[in-house]
C-alpha cells in the first residue's frame, strides 16, 4: 500500500523545507528548493538614483561589524562570516564598491553572558578626508 508521500510525489508535488508542506510546482524540486532558501540580489538601484561621478569615486566609508555573542568565533571565521552582508551594503547603495578604495573595515567582537545580549551591530561613516 503506498503511503501519502508517495502519492503526493506522483502527483507532481514536492516537499517544501522552508514551508514544511507539499507544493505543486512544474519546476525542478533542486531548483525550487534553491530558489527558496538563496538570497537574490535586490534589482533596486542605489539609493540615491544618480550615476557615478568623481566626487562620488573619491568618497571613502569606514564599515564595522562588532559581534556581541555567548562564544566567540575564530577571526577568519567570523570576517569571511560578514560577506553576505558587506555584499547587501553595496547592493542597497549604501556604499559604493567593496573594494579597498572605497572602503575599510573593521571586525570587533564582544562576549556577553545572555543570549538576549547576542546579536550584529554594523556601523558605516563616511570618512572625511581633510
Not at 508517495?6 to 534553491?34: M, V
Request: charged share 30%.
Amino acid at each position: 500500500m503506498k503511503d501519502a508521500r508517495q502519492t503526493f510525489r506522483e502527483k507532481g508535488y514536492l516537499w517544501n523545507p522552508l514551508t514544511q508542506s507539499y507544493e505543486k510546482s512544474d519546476h525542478d524540486p533542486l531548483a525550487l528548493w534553491l530558489s527558496n532558501s538563496v538570497g537574490k540580489r535586490d534589482p533596486i538601484k542605489p539609493l540615491d538614483n544618480a550615476p557615478p561621478n568623481e566626487e562620488a569615486v573619491k568618497q571613502r566609508y569606514r564599515v564595522s561589524f562588532t559581534r556581541y555573542a555567548i562564544r566567540l568565533l575564530d577571526h577568519d571565521n567570523f570576517v569571511g562570516g560578514c560577506k553576505g552582508a558587506l555584499d547587501q551594503l553595496r547592493y542597497k547603495g549604501l556604499i559604493p564598491d567593496d573594494d579597498l578604495k572605497s572602503i575599510e573595515t573593521h571586525y570587533y567582537q564582544v562576549e556577553v553572558k545572555t543570549k538576549q545580549e547576542q546579536g550584529t551591530m554594523i556601523r558605516v561613516e563616511r570618512i572625511v578626508e581633510v
